[in-house]
T-cell receptor
Framework: GEDVEQSLFLSVREGDSSVINCTYTDSSSTYLYWYKQEPGAGLQLLTYIFSNMDMKQDQRLTVLLNKKDKHLSLRIADTQTGDSAIYFCAETKVTFGTGTKLQVIP | EPEVTQTPSHQVTQMGQEVILRCVPISNHLYFYWYRQILGQKVEFLVSFYNNEISEKSEIFDDQFSVERPDGSNFTLKIRSTKLEDSAMYFC?????????????FGPGTRLTVT
């Protein structure tokens, strides 16, 4: 069955890079997504990557995809306190991971 | 910026009661979705809706659930006879197209507590 796994918690200092990891199981996923959920808010699409790409960069965000290992990561450069949120990865058929709570320490 | 809104933000109900969760999608969107997130667990897809009918639903979306677009602006999720395990955050989303590259815009969610 489809399953998406993430670590539950990550704590980083302001200015450092954050790396949030995700593993998925559906090898037919054409796109993989990263969503951000701030407290009391809905899910906001941050970025997505097409499955034939290895990397996608969008300002401070870098997505890395290892299709062989079914591993997806989101790197946030120069992490700010406003980046504190829960980050979800998701497969094409909107199967979400459990979310990783990013805590940024000033 | 247009946004998806949901009401109420928190609903408390007794087991066995019917609840209706309301959503107002973005006005020019055509595709509508409901998801739920049980506390501490994953966001789970429930149902998608297009052209006044369900286009896809998950195993979770059983006969206790129904969706409706009663008046061209609201999109509702009804749970006929709530169970304790229906307690969750319910998110509505809408998009202007269907397919992997169309972004779904999510509402802030309704927290449903079944006692």
């Amino acid at each position: 069955g489809e399953d998406v796994e993430q670590s539950l918690f990550l704590s980083v200092r302001e200015g450092d890079s954050s790396v949030i990891n995700c593993t998925y199981t559906d090898s037919s996923s054409t796109y993989l997504y990263w969503y951000k959920q701030e407290p009391g808010a809905g899910l906001q699409l941050l970025t997505y990557i097409f499955s034939n790409m290895d990397m996608k960069q969008d300002q401070r965000l870098t997505v890395l995809l290892n299709k062989k290992d079914k591993h997806l990561s989101l790197r946030i450069a120069d992490t700010q306190t406003g980046d504190s949120a829960i980050y979800f990865c998701a497969e094409t058929k909107v199967t979400f991971g459990t979310g990783t709570k990013l805590q940024v320490i000033p | 910026e247009p946004e998806v809104t949901q009401t109420p933000s928190h609903q408390v109900t007794q087991m066995g009661q019917e609840v209706i969760l309301r959503c107002v999608p973005i006005s020019n969107h055509l595709y509508f979705y409901w998801y739920r997130q049980i506390l501490g667990q994953k966001v789970e897809f429930l149902v998608s809706f297009y052209n006044n009918e369900i286009s896809e639903k998950s195993e979770i979306f059983d006969d206790q659930f129904s969706v409706e677009r009663p008046d061209g602006s609201n999109f509702t999720l009804k749970i006929r006879s709530t169970k304790l395990e229906d307690s969750a955050m319910y998110f509505c989303a809408s998009s202007d197209g269907q397919g992997a590259t169309y972004e779904q815009y999510f509402g802030p969610g309704t927290r449903l507590t079944v006692t």
